[in-house]
């Protein structure tokens, strides 16, 4: 199975910083990596797949970058409606796996 | 618009049986593998259970396989996940979401239910 490691785990920030956050696959899944985004009591979003493209509709402050076994995730600006938790997912191969998630949240 | 709505959560027993649907609208259903993701409280997202836009392939993780069963009707536009042999570890917010594969690329569309909780007691 690919495991998946998110880090940090948590991280506490303010409007206007810029926030980066890393994805690690135990082996290489080319770019089949997306990002999502979840608010309490919410479905997640996407927000980034193909680890680079961004989702129609999303901001362009969220970036991604990546591929192999290594990935980011880029808040260009934090918004307070970006407080949230992230996850990364591959689908790559089954089963399919979640990191276990980096909640950002305010400084 | 597309929209996920899932039903058939609720309070059962250990050793008891559930099943979920997904109502599927806005896109077309058959064209689009689907999945049951679930997340307990507190806890992160766990990928439980993938079927293909054919139904002719279906995949488990460890933790239900052999106890879960997926499906899917076309016609109805329906996902379905048949649950048996609940256990505790079970309980958790069920969703349904477009599976990011689509035709050996990644989908742009991206979709998921509000989720149906499970709560299996002993």
């Known amino acids: 199975d690919i495991q998946m490691t998110q880090s940090p785990s948590s991280l506490s920030a303010s409007v206007g910083d810029r926030v980066t956050i890393t994805c ?27 680890a680079s493209i961004l989702q129609s509709g999303v901001p362009s402050r969220f970036s991604g970058s990546g591929s192999g076994t290594e990935f980011t995730l880029t808040i260009s600006s934090l918004q307070p409606e970006d407080f949230a938790t992230y996850y990364c997912l591959q689908h790559n191969d089954y089963p399919l796996t979640f990191g276990p998630g980096t909640k950002v949240d305010i400084k | 618009e597309v929209q996920l709505l899932e039903s058939g959560g609720g309070l059962i027993q250990t050793g008891g049986s559930l099943r979920l649907s997904c109502a599927a609208s806005g896109f077309r259903f058959d064209d689009y593998a689907m999945n049951w ?42 996902l379905y996940l048949e649950m048996n042999s609940l256990r505790v570890d079970d309980s958790a917010v069920y969703h349904c979401m477009i599976h990011p594969r689509w035709y050996g690329a990644t989908s742009p ?6 989720g149906t909780l499970v709560t299996v007691s002993s």
Request: aromatic share 12%.
């Open chain 1, 24 to 50: 690690r696959a135990s082996q290489g899944i080319r770019n089949d990596l997306g990002w999502y985004q979840q608010k309490p009591g919410k479905a997640p979003e996407r927000l980034i797949y193909d």
């Open chain 2, 37 to 78: 993701v679930r997340q307990a409280p507190g806890k992160g997202l766990e990928w439980v259970s993938s079927i293909w836009g054919s139904g002719g392939k279906t995949y488990y993780s460890d933790s239900v396989k052999g106890r879960f069963i997926i499906s899917r009707s076309n016609s109805r536009n329906t």
């Open chain 2, 109 to 114: 569309l991206d979709r998921w239910g509000q």
